[in-house]
């Protein structure tokens, strides 16, 4: 049957959405035993199509990272040890990233933002958050990084670390949105990286300063940058964990 042996020839790199579905096939139980799972329900759990989902499934058998055995109505997965290791060393990597150095360096090249950027940094309430917590009164706009691709599992990543972390608030008639943010720096400036907490996306990261980072620098589109996120007492004692009341 179809899935039931190892492939032989198991792939060297690891695309980072297949390695997203191997790891929610393991929080489903699937790291060791067989589970029970349909297309439908894994496309569920990654927020693609039940298409895309049945396609992945394949490519991950040709792949040798999943074993599969079919039943009446749904099909029994579970990760190969090829996968198994895939993970492992995953695990040690993030391990050693965010435990080991408490910094995270993120690559990309400046581009030009929706320009909200100035608009929400200006509200009080973000701006009094920003101050208390950061220990600066951002300059009214944000610096935006497209992440280079072999960064972006660090952005990813960085969505399950807790940060400092400023609440919804209400004001002008609308609501504004909870951030999280880790103190940062860039070209030896002070700065903060932000992150929406209902964005999802990781392939851009907006920077905030005291300072107007594209003067003070002499950035401009297309410019290379690193952004060192500092994360020394946010997984040691977890002193910034609780939200910021507005």
Known sequence: MRGEAFSKTVPTIVAPEDKEILKQLAKIGGLHDYVYTSSGELAAHIGVSQQTASRKI???????????????????????????DVLRQEFADYRNLFQAGDRVRIRGKIVTGLGEGRYYIS???????????????????????????????KVGELKDIDGILI?????????????????????????????????????AIEIISPHHLREALSLVDGTDVQVTLDLSGILSSGSERQPQKL
């Open 58 to 84: 394949l490519e991950l058998l040709d792949a040798g990272l999943i074993v599969r055995r079919m039943g009446t109505r749904k099909q029994l997965i579970r990760l190969s040890p090829a996968a198994v």
């Open 123 to 153: 509200r009080e309430g973000y701006r009094k958050a920003f101050s208390q917590l950061l220990g600066f009164d951002p300059y009214p706009g944000t610096l935006n990084v497209e992440v280079e691709p072999l960064d972006r599992e």
């Open 167 to 203: 609440n919804e608030f209400q004001s002008e008639g609308r609501t504004f949105g909870a951030v999280k943010c880790f103190r940062a720096d860039i070209g030896g400036l002070e700065a903060a990286a932000i992150f929406p907490l209902r964005s999802h996306h990781t392939s």
